[in-house]
């Protein structure tokens, strides 16, 4: 062994033990490592900044701008309400599609955006159900890592091993050259969890803290909105075509409420603030509650409108749109002793007061002429943004409960045929081989740009530097390893130790050497360190090394044993009230699973 080889490994070995006790920081680690190649003559200058010029890193910077513009559009949220619609109340059913559906949208997104995107949805999904988070989340957790498995682009160790194929002079692993295996992957992972979800049943105190937040549900059942809410259709006829809503006086009339007004075009559709000087236009949607059942019959025969049908409860169907919120009246507040009508709360708020609770218990109907007391809680509805404006303002009201919901608000909803269409452009420029990956993903983010699905502040803020700076500090490791003889005395060892072995050894081994490195780095650096390992062991054995690659590129994504082996992990541990040997009995008897799923499937569907 060189003496520099024994400085890439000592140097190697201190990066480990840092990642293992994360102090510092995972890319503080990395630009140590960058600093420290070049400065002990291990690589040149270039060689240490080649992965700030890597075209992956760019793209995997650019997958984290379109998981951004897929969420601001609410293109994953209507992926949950579409699982609350077919789950029912089946939890196996709901399963089955939760990992189908998130490794699906994985395929195409970070694995850590999707998951971190999707468990707002489950807790939801949780309680509608009365289920404990923790029979869902690590689920969630595996689909996510599963998802890797499903594409080229669906997370970073997949691209490295693609540019190191490409790089060496060989075929890359092609979009969707990896799919067939994944699939097979995601079948057995949504079998196995079918029975694994019984090995982390929470204990009964467990199941009754994991409800802790106040949603929607609570509200409409608190204060008694099941049956106030209306969806009408405005007619061309109708006398409320080009009419104020001020002039219309609908609540005396009656006693209406109109809670958001949804206007579409031929493009896109938004949800208008129901302020007084809005002037509504044939075929708006109106939400409409009504505090009495007097105009319930009355309002749509006059007005002419045509009632629509309400999914849900109230107005949960358009939850990621409209909400509610609830405020306290606090002692030097203006609205005492004024009524809601008084003091112009929609005028000046955009919003409507649709219940009102006084000593714990909620009034009926009567509400425009209550004079307000301090103490009075009321619950108000309308659009996100104008209740997330009610935070700043302390001096009449006190926002006393948000709910969870409100991180689901998706503020550029109308855009999602553009966000979606976008997507499915770049897919097809990558698939067809039109332009190089890394421009499609740019031609992808542009077009978002351009349609408004992202802005800059959060195109910027969607990207998750650490993870590129990870990568980009890695990739000098495997130039030091390569240059000193490291990767050479690895593939050497290894081969030594197979002597003789069949093919379906040498795999496993590689698998296993892969998924042992993941559990102290991450996956991306584990792929940037195993990449050249697989091309030399297929270039010792003179064979092909596209069944290599693949190997490590499934072990890469294997990160199931440990809630620090993968961010995916780490997100769900929380939420789920896991502990560290949740991880191990479940992701261990997974992991041989998709290990002989490997040795076996790998030489059917790339041969030597």
Same mark, same amino acid.
């Given at each position: 062994?060189?003496?520099?080889?024994?400085?890439?490994?000592?140097?190697?070995?201190?990066?480990?033990?840092?990642?293992?006790?994360?102090?510092?920081?995972?890319?503080?680690?990395?630009?140590?490592?960058?600093?420290?190649?070049?400065?002990?003559?291990?690589?040149?200058?270039?060689?240490?900044?080649?992965?700030?010029?890597?075209?992956?890193?760019?793209?995997?910077? %650019?997958?984290?701008?379109?998981?951004?513009?897929?969420?601001?559009?609410?293109?994953?949220?209507?992926?949950?309400?579409?699982?609350?619609?077919? %789950?029912?109340?089946?939890?196996?059913?709901?399963?089955?599609?939760?990992?189908?559906?998130? %490794?699906?949208?994985?395929?195409?997104?970070?694995?850590?955006?999707?998951?971190?995107?999707?468990?707002?949805?489950?807790?939801?999904?949780?309680?509608?159900?009365?289920?404990?988070?923790?029979?869902?989340?690590?689920?969630?957790?595996?689909?996510?890592?599963?998802?890797?498995?499903?594409?080229?682009?669906?997370?970073?160790?997949?691209?490295?091993?693609?540019?190191?194929?490409?790089?060496?002079?060989?075929?890359?692993?092609?979009?969707?050259?990896?799919?067939?295996?994944?699939?097979?992957?995601?079948?057995?992972?949504?079998?196995?969890?079918?029975?694994?979800?019984?090995?982390?049943?929470?204990?009964?105190?467990?199941?009754?803290?994991?409800?802790?937040?106040?949603?929607?549900?609570?509200?409409?059942?608190?204060?008694?909105?099941?049956?106030?809410?209306?969806?009408?259709?405005?007619?061309?006829?109708?006398?409320?075509?080009?009419?104020?809503?001020?002039?219309?006086?609908?609540?005396?009339?009656?006693?209406?409420?109109?809670?958001?007004?949804?206007?579409?075009?031929?493009?896109?559709?938004?949800?208008?603030?129901?302020?007084?000087?809005?002037?509504?236009?044939?075929?708006?949607?109106?939400?409409?509650?009504?505090?009495?059942?007097?105009?319930?019959?009355?309002?749509?025969?006059?007005?002419?409108?045509?009632?629509?049908?309400?999914?849900?409860?109230?107005?949960?169907?358009?939850?990621?749109?409209?909400?509610?919120?609830?405020?306290?009246?606090?002692?030097?507040?203006?609205?005492?002793?004024?009524?809601?009508?008084?003091?112009?709360?929609?005028?000046?708020?955009?919003?409507?007061?649709?219940?009102?609770?006084?000593?714990?218990?909620?009034?009926?109907?009567?509400?425009?002429?209550?004079?307000?007391?301090?103490?009075?809680?009321?619950?108000?509805?309308?659009?996100?943004?104008?209740?997330?404006?009610?935070?700043?303002?302390?001096?009449?009201?006190?926002?006393?409960?948000?709910?969870?919901?409100?991180?689901?608000?998706?503020?550029?909803?109308?855009?999602?045929?553009?966000?979606?269409?976008?997507?499915?452009?770049?897919?097809?420029?990558?698939?067809?081989?039109?332009?190089?990956?890394?421009?499609?993903?740019?031609?992808?983010?542009?077009?978002?740009?351009?349609?408004?699905?992202?802005?800059?502040?959060?195109?910027?803020?969607?990207?998750?530097?650490?993870?590129?700076?990870?990568?980009?500090?890695?990739?000098?490791?495997?130039?030091?390893?390569?240059?000193?003889?490291?990767?050479?005395?690895?593939?050497?060892?290894?081969?030594?130790?197979?002597?003789?072995?069949?093919?379906?050894?040498?795999?496993?081994?590689?698998?296993?050497?892969?998924?042992?490195?993941?559990?102290?780095?991450?996956?991306?650096?584990?792929?940037?360190?195993?990449?050249?390992?697989?091309?030399?062991?297929?270039?010792?054995?003179?064979?092909?090394?596209?069944?290599?690659?693949?190997?490590?590129?499934?072990?890469?994504?294997? %990160?199931?044993?440990?809630?620090?082996?993968?961010?995916?992990?780490?997100?769900?541990?929380?939420?789920?009230?896991?502990?560290?040997?949740?991880?191990?009995?479940?992701?261990?008897?997974?992991?041989?699973?998709?290990?002989?799923?490997?040795?076996?499937?790998?030489?059917?569907?790339?041969?030597?």
């Amino acid at each position: 062994m060189s003496p520099e080889l024994t400085k890439v490994l000592l140097l190697l070995a201190a990066c480990v033990a840092m990642f293992i006790a994360n102090r510092p920081r995972m890319d503080v680690v990395a630009l140590m490592a960058l600093v420290a190649l070049p400065v002990l003559g291990l690589v040149s200058l270039p060689e240490a900044l080649a992965g700030f010029s890597d075209p992956n890193v760019v793209l995997i910077a %650019a997958l984290f701008v379109i998981g951004e513009g897929l969420v601001r559009t609410g293109v994953t949220y209507r992926v949950g309400e579409w699982l609350v619609h077919r %789950a029912g109340a089946s939890e196996t059913r709901l399963l089955v599609c939760l990992m189908v559906a998130v %490794a699906g949208i994985g395929s195409v997104m970070s694995s850590t955006g999707v998951v971190a995107v999707f468990i707002p949805v489950v807790m939801g999904i949780a309680r509608r159900l009365r289920v404990h988070p923790g029979r869902l989340m690590m689920p969630l957790a595996f689909a996510g890592l599963i998802s890797g498995m499903l594409s080229l682009v669906a997370t970073p160790p997949n691209m490295v091993l693609d540019g190191a194929l490409k790089e060496a002079g060989h075929a890359g692993m092609g979009f969707f050259g990896i799919t067939p295996l994944g699939l097979v992957v995601l079948a057995m992972g949504v079998l196995y969890m079918l029975v694994a979800r019984r090995w982390i049943t929470p204990s009964r105190e467990e199941e009754e803290a994991g409800h802790p937040e106040r949603g929607l549900p609570q509200f409409i059942d608190d204060y008694h909105l099941h049956g106030r809410g209306f969806r009408f259709r405005v007619e061309p006829g109708s006398p409320m075509v080009g009419a104020r809503l001020d002039s219309l006086n609908l609540r005396r009339e009656y006693f209406a409420n109109v809670v958001a007004v949804e206007r579409a075009d031929a493009f896109h559709s938004e949800v208008l603030h129901p302020n007084a000087r809005l002037r509504l236009q044939a075929n708006d949607i109106l939400l409409v509650d009504f505090f009495s059942t007097k105009g319930v019959e009355q309002f749509p025969r006059e007005m002419q409108l045509h009632t629509l049908p309400l999914k849900g409860a109230y107005f949960m169907e358009s939850s990621h749109q409209v909400g509610m919120a609830e405020v306290v009246v606090p002692p030097e507040s203006t609205l005492i002793s004024r009524t809601i009508v008084e003091q112009r709360f929609r005028s000046r708020h955009d919003l409507n007061v649709v219940g009102l609770r006084r000593g714990g218990k909620p009034l009926e109907g009567g509400l425009l002429d209550e004079k307000l007391r301090m103490g009075d809680i009321l619950l108000i509805a309308g659009p996100w943004k104008a209740i997330r404006r009610l935070q700043g303002r302390t001096r009449d009201f006190v926002v006393l409960n948000l709910p969870p919901e409100i991180h689901d608000v998706a503020p550029a909803l109308g855009r999602a045929p553009f966000a979606v269409g976008s997507l499915l452009l770049m897919v097809g420029l990558m698939v067809f081989g039109v332009v190089p990956n890394v421009l499609a993903a740019l031609i992808a983010v542009l077009l978002m740009g351009a349609f408004r699905c992202i802005t800059l502040e959060s195109a910027y803020r969607s990207i998750h530097w650490q993870s590129l700076i990870l990568i980009v500090g890695m990739i000098p490791f495997a130039r030091a390893l390569d240059t000193t003889g490291g990767i050479g005395l690895a593939v050497g060892t290894l081969m030594h130790g197979l002597e003789g072995a069949a093919m379906p050894v040498v795999l496993a081994s590689l698998f296993g050497v892969t998924v042992l490195t993941g559990l102290f780095i991450s996956n991306t650096a584990t792929a940037v360190l195993m990449a050249p390992v697989a091309l030399s062991v297929a270039n010792y054995l003179q064979v092909s090394p596209l069944p290599f690659a693949m190997t490590v590129a499934l072990a890469s994504s294997c %990160a199931f044993l440990t809630p620090v082996s993968s961010p995916v992990n780490t997100l769900v541990l929380g939420p789920g009230n896991y502990r560290f040997a949740d991880f191990v009995k479940v992701g261990l008897p997974f992991t041989l699973l998709v290990l002989i799923a490997t040795v076996v499937l790998v030489p059917l569907f790339f041969p030597w």
